[in-house]
């Protein structure tokens, strides 16, 4: 998005045909560089090259090109994750050197490489020691597959205060059919960690023609306005032509989570990771990666300290904020045997326990469920707020808090919450981690198991499952 703006979309386009292959579509302008800088080192044109990035190239797409410099060369000398000032803009970034296999300098003797200041063995593709974990080797599991999402990108003024919104709600349409059809709640990451900011959106979904979207009079008229002024000159043709539909609808995740009674989301970047249930009549923004279960197992594991880890490993930051992607994080996390998105695609929850890992799973719903009851009962307690139904039945009801509680109310978010991770809410992370350890038939799990040892393993199950050698 950045990228088109500021060099436009003729350009880009060529670049990332000149580099299709080599480099993602999605990865940042920063690593061209290093893709260049890498072909050239293996044509023999030059011996090694050291560059700069954002930290964020240890993992997603923009990791693809460290695996091609790892791949053809290799990594001699790297800082991870440091801290960059210019022009007054701090950034955290990642310093890499790297050359030809054959280009061997020794900054200290008897080690092939120096990550972070410090001697190791070799550096890996997601710059952590070669004498340690290779996360990089993960691959993407089948059984994972069609399951995490990212929400739509509107490009445009679609939201809308809910005031107006449901002023809409009562107003009738030329061809009889309601507003609610095509206005509905809209939730990005901000109303997953702090609190509901009581926004909606106008959503006439992925095919809708102007003829059809205009029925809906005053939402159209809206959008009409404040909508297409902003599409007239957008370099995407058909973003331009059909400016009354977000840019990506994203008509696979609505396809997923059609029919489900409710989704798990979690926000793109967030200091905790956390993770929260939406019911399909809310639209879920592109900062948020929506996961089309509806069972507490699934909820459950996500939740647990086994995936947090995974995803803190795999995934990449934002500054200092861990930023969760869907392929690197979600595909490639090794669920326990017998509870993963396929499986829980085949048999939904509710289902009654019959074998032990129904029994081990039920076990992993029933800790979940109580995490989030005890979560949801101090972000909203019933003393403190009135739950009040939506004009439409089919939208949740809102939350307004009680007037004398209302400025304690503010201050209960997720955020805050997980600042002060009071002592029930760690026993309950506890119970949970216990229910998934179990599940994975790890006897020997205890709160006290090192970080490594847990990665350890759960890279192993990874390659076992994708058929690549450990």
């Known amino acids: 998005k950045v990228m088109r703006g500021e060099l436009g979309s003729n350009y880009t386009d060529r670049l990332r045909k000149r580099y299709a292959g080599r480099v993602p579509g999605g990865a940042d302008l920063v690593t061209y560089w290093f893709e260049k800088a890498r072909a050239q080192i293996e044509a023999g044109q030059c011996s090694a090259a050291g560059l700069v990035s954002t930290n964020s190239i240890r993992g997603g797409a923009n990791r693809k090109v460290l695996d091609r410099i790892v791949e053809s060369g290799r990594i001699f000398e790297a800082w991870s994750d440091e801290e960059w000032v210019n022009d007054g803009a701090a950034v955290r970034v990642s310093l890499v050197c790297f050359g030809a296999s054959s280009v061997r300098p020794e900054p200290v003797e008897g080690w092939a490489a120096m990550l972070d200041g410090h001697p190791a063995n070799a550096i890996h593709a ?17 059984e994972n597959a069609g399951t995490a999402y990212l929400g739509i990108q509107k490009t445009g ?15 009738p349409n030329p061809h009889g059919r309601p507003n609610s059809d095509v206005v509905r709640p809209w939730f990005n990451g901000l109303d997953v960690t702090r609190r509901n900011r009581e926004c909606w959106i106008i959503d006439y979904g992925t095919e809708a023609t102007e003829a059809e979207a205009c029925l809906y009079e005053a939402p159209f008229a809206y959008a009409k306005a404040h909508v297409q002024p902003t599409r007239n000159d957008n370099r995407v043709a058909e973003t331009s032509s059909a ?3 977000f840019h990506r609808p994203r008509p696979n995740m609505r396809r997923a989570i059609a029919g489900l009674p409710r ?11 956390v993770f929260a249930w939406l019911v399909p009549s809310i639209v879920a923004d592109k900062n948020l990666t929506v996961i089309a279960r509806a069972d507490d197992a699934t909820f459950g594991i996500l939740h647990s300290r086994f995936h947090e880890l995974w995803s803190l490993r795999l995934g990449t930051s934002l500054e200092d904020r861990p930023r969760y992607t869907p392929t690197t994080t979600f595909e490639t ?5 017998g509870m993963t998105p396929r499986d829980t695609a085949r048999h939904p929850a509710g289902s009654p326990p019959c074998m032990a890992g129904d029994i081990l799973a039920g076990n992993i719903a029933a800790v979940a469920r109580r995490l989030n009851e005890l979560r949801e009962n101090w972000l909203n307690p019933p003393e403190w707020v009135e739950r009040v139904p939506e004009v439409v039945p089919c939208f949740p009801d809102r939350i307004v808090p009680k007037p004398e509680h209302a ?21 309950a992370h506890k119970a949970l981690d216990a229910a998934v350890a179990a599940a994975y038939g790890w006897a020997d799990y205890t709160a006290e198991m090192p970080d490594e040892e847990i990665l350890r ?3 192993a199950l990874n390659l076992e499952r994708s058929g690549h050698p450990c």
Do not use: C
Request: hydrophobic share 45%.
């Open 126 to 142: 997601d710059l952590t020691a070669g004498d340690g974990l290779n996360l990089s080797a993960a691959k993407p599991l089948p």
């Open 457 to 459: 393993r759960l890279l």
């Open 263 to 273: 989704f798990i989301v979690t926000p793109e970047v967030a200091k905790y990771r």
């Open 333 to 337: 996390f090794p669920f326990p045997e």
């Open 157 to 171: 003024p679609f939201d809308i205060p809910g005031d107006l919104a449901r002023q809409w709600l009562n107003l």
């Open 243 to 245: 400016w009354w539909l």
């Open 407 to 427: 400025a304690e109310l503010k201050k209960r978010t997720l955020t805050n919450l997980y600042n002060a991770r009071p002592a029930w809410l760690d026993n």
